[in-house]
């Protein structure tokens, strides 16, 4: 009883042996699968944020050129966080730079005219929660850079009360 | 548990605050901006209590605060108490700033919160000196 059981295990053990050797033996022809993409960088989401933010101060800008001295400090500030954020990202982002995202063109239903200072406000204080949010969890290396993205977006809501 | 060397620089940082806006305050009129000094040292304050008790719970003891400060210039009038106002927020940014690195967790959201309304006070100040450009695109990062 116990001789033929050990057959039978010794059985089952050749048997897988044989299905590893099959299993590991791959044709010539069978190219490698390229490795998969690198997943996109945690603060990709931040980075989108940043460029929907700078659009919504270009078209402010454009609808009201009287804006320019006030908004000009915070269009400037979102534009050195979008090169930082770039400058960090592993992989870079996709070369999608502001401004190229089109701005409607005047007279549609959502165009320049209709940004108001108030919505540039809620813009920031959402924009503060999210990058306060990052900052929480991220690495040491990142976490400077984000606590001062969360605070300048904090004083901007602040300027445009 | 050991205290970051950055804690310990911002409760310093926070006790050198605190002795400035004494005299501060002493040189602003008005009641908007005498409001706005006591606020700003009630704000310093409450973040020294918060780091003394989380030194408290790590059982670490924090070196005393300093004996004596100096101002780095007189304050004579109104403008000098702004100018030093909008300088000590600024510093006090850089302090928590420089603390966000080295802290996970709740030490993290405490030097970022600290972080953030420096930065605010900052632009408050800038606005009442009439200081331009009221904001910074990377407040608290060191020149």
Redesign the interface.
């Known amino acids: 009883m116990a001789s033929t059981r050990r057959r039978i295990l010794a059985g089952a053990v050749a048997l897988a042996g044989a299905t590893a050797a099959l299993a590991g033996c791959s044709p010539d022809d069978q190219e490698t699968p390229p490795p998969p993409p690198p997943p996109p960088d945690a603060l990709e989401p931040l980075l989108a944020e940043t460029r929907a933010l700078l659009d919504l101060y270009q078209a402010a800008y454009a609808a009201q050129p009287s804006l320019a001295s006030r908004l000009t400090p915070m269009l400037e500030a979102h534009t050195a966080h979008l090169a930082e954020l770039t400058k960090v990202m592993t992989p870079p982002p996709s070369p999608v730079t502001a401004g190229s995202v089109p701005v409607p063109p005047s007279g549609s239903p959502t165009t320049a005219a209709s940004v108001t200072l108030a919505e540039l406000r809620a813009a920031e204080q959402t924009g503060q929660k999210s990058a306060a949010t990052a900052c929480a969890t991220a690495p040491a290396t990142r976490a400077a850079l984000l606590g001062s993205i969360a605070a300048a977006r904090a004083t901007h809501a602040e300027v445009l009360r | 548990m050991t205290v970051p060397p950055e804690l310990a620089a911002a409760l310093a940082g926070e006790e050198a605050a605190i002795f400035a806006y004494a005299p501060i305050g002493v040189r602003l009129t008005g009641n908007a901006l005498v409001t706005q000094a006591r606020d700003a040292e009630a704000a310093h304050r409450d973040l020294r209590d918060a780091l003394l008790t989380r030194f408290a719970e790590l059982s670490a003891t924090p070196s005393p605060p300093a004996a004596g400060y100096t101002l780095p210039y007189p304050l004579t009038d109104q403008a000098t108490a702004l100018t030093l106002a909008i300088e000590i927020e600024e510093r006090a940014?850089a302090i928590w700033?420089?603390a966000?690195?080295?802290?996970t967790g709740t030490d993290?959201?405490l030097?970022?919160s600290a972080?953030?309304d420096?930065?605010?006070r900052?632009?408050?100040w800038r606005?009442a000196a009439k200081v331009?450009?009221?904001?910074?695109?990377?407040?608290?990062?060191q020149l």
């Open positions: 940014a700033r420089a966000l690195p080295p802290t993290r959201v030097a970022l972080l953030t420096s930065a605010l900052a632009t408050r606005i331009t450009p009221t904001t910074v695109p990377f407040p608290g990062e």
